[in-house]
T-cell receptor, first 117, second 112 residues
Framework: AQKITQTQPGMFVQEKEAVTLDCTYDTSDPSYGLFWYKQPSSGEMIFLIY??????QNATEGRYSLNFQKARKSANLVISASQLGDSAMYFC??????????????FGKGTLLTVNP | EAGVAQSPRYKIIEKRQSVAFWCNPI?????LYWYQQILGQGPKLLIQ????????DSQLPKDRFSAERLKGVDSTLKIQPAKLEDSAVYLC??????????FGPGTRLTVT
């Protein structure tokens, strides 16, 4: 079974500052993938970034980076230079990658990020 | 490239009525997913298709929910009869095999 824990129901950040959203996970799969999605008030889930469990380097995509600490089972999202448009719900998710064709994502409960001007 | 399309965007029904949602995935995506997102929670997988075969429907309440993906493209999710606790956003997603999932705008269902 897989479990994602996001302990921050809400976070506030000033525009142009960096913010870290926490995510811890638990799984028995030896190989897995970790994802972050953004969900604005419009409701659509937007894929941000992916980290494979065997990737040697932390993933980065523009202003998004994933701080992956395998031993601590954490996969925190770092957003640099926050913008007002970053205000949204952020979900951490994971998927087992140990073979087979089941690619379902297990999501956390999310963190609501508010960027203040 | 067109994204995942879903309709309707909103639906209000009374309990015990039936409802159907439609999803058109990104062209070429063999894998299609239906998730249920209850207010204040993350999405939960209901069913995963690969082409027109079911890979995982372990969390689909089969006494009232059904889904099909004829011809391996569009998919329909049906609820019959609906209960109050089915009020949620129903998200459709698609992906190339094993890669990141792209989500549609969702259908917000309210059961009164």
């Amino acid at each position: 079974a897989q479990k994602i824990t996001q302990t921050q129901p809400g976070m506030f950040v000033q525009e142009k500052e960096a913010v870290t959203l926490d995510c811890t996970y638990d799984t028995s799969d030896p190989s897995y993938g970790l994802f972050w999605y953004k969900q604005p008030s419009s409701g659509e889930m937007i894929f941000l970034i992916y980290q494979g469990s065997y990737d040697q380097q932390n993933a980065t995509e523009g202003r998004y980076s994933l701080n992956f600490q395998k031993a601590r089972k954490s996969a925190n999202l770092v957003i640099s230079a926050s913008q007002l448009g970053d205000s949204a719900m952020y979900f951490c998710a994971m998927r087992g990658d140990s073979g087979g064709s089941n690619y379902k994502l297990t999501f956390g409960k999310g963190t609501l990020l508010t960027v203040n001007p | 490239e067109a994204g995942v399309a879903q309709s309707p965007r909103y639906k209000i029904i009374e309990k015990r009525q039936s409802v159907a949602f439609w999803c058109n995935p990104i062209s070429g995506h063999a894998t299609l997913y239906w998730y249920q997102q209850i207010l204040g929670q993350g999405p939960k997988l209901l069913i995963q298709f690969q082409n027109n075969g079911v890979v995982d429907d372990s969390q689909l309440p089969k006494d009232r929910f059904s889904a099909e993906r004829l011809k391996g493209v569009d998919s329909t999710l049906k609820i019959q009869p609906a209960k109050l606790e089915d009020s949620a956003v129903y998200l459709c997603a698609s992906s190339l095999v094993g890669l990141e999932q792209y989500f549609g705008p969702g259908t917000r269902l309210t059961v009164t």
